[in-house]
């Protein structure tokens, strides 16, 4: 069964840094594109960043370029996202999402898999809270 699981998530002061970890299972990883995703307490889901199939990252949000790595490891089947000098605003839970095909839009109504998506698989999310 196809899956991304995230972790890496935690409590973090202002400033800070965090590394989150996707780690995906059951389909041909190198086949698809791979993105963090965000979602706050009564906002839309958030496109953060992409890299795709072939290692090159796009996609940065405006609210985290600069701030923001994003990066794949084929031979661990794996992505990840190093976020630096965090803020209050970057709260909330992050999703590993995994697409073969485009287009990535930059807000969903939730970060999740709805019907119709096709080759579209998600993770349960991982918990960032950046607060003193």
């Known amino acids: 069964q196809a899956q991304v699981v995230e972790s890496g998530g935690g409590l973090v002061q202002p400033g800070g840094s965090l590394r989150l970890s996707c780690a995906a299972s059951?389909?041909?990883?190198?086949?698809?594109?791979m993105s963090w995703y965000r979602q706050a307490p009564g906002k839309e889901c958030e496109l953060v960043a992409t890299?795709?199939?072939?290692?090159?990252?796009?996609n940065y949000a405006d609210f985290v370029k600069g701030r923001a790595t994003i990066t794949r490891d084929d031979a661990r089947f794996s992505a990840g996202l190093q976020m630096d000098s965090l803020k209050p605003d970057d709260t909330a839970v992050y999703y590993c999402?995994?697409?073969?095909?485009?287009?990535?839009?930059?807000?969903?109504?939730?970060?999740?898999?709805?019907?119709?998506?096709?080759?579209?698989?998600w993770g349960r999310g991982t918990s960032v809270t950046v607060s003193s």
């Open positions: 890299i795709d199939k072939s290692g090159h990252p796009s």
């Open positions: 999402n995994a697409k073969r095909h485009g287009p990535l839009p930059e807000v969903r109504a939730t970060c999740a898999k709805v019907e119709g998506q096709w080759d579209d698989y």
């Open positions: 059951g389909f041909t990883f190198t086949s698809y594109h």
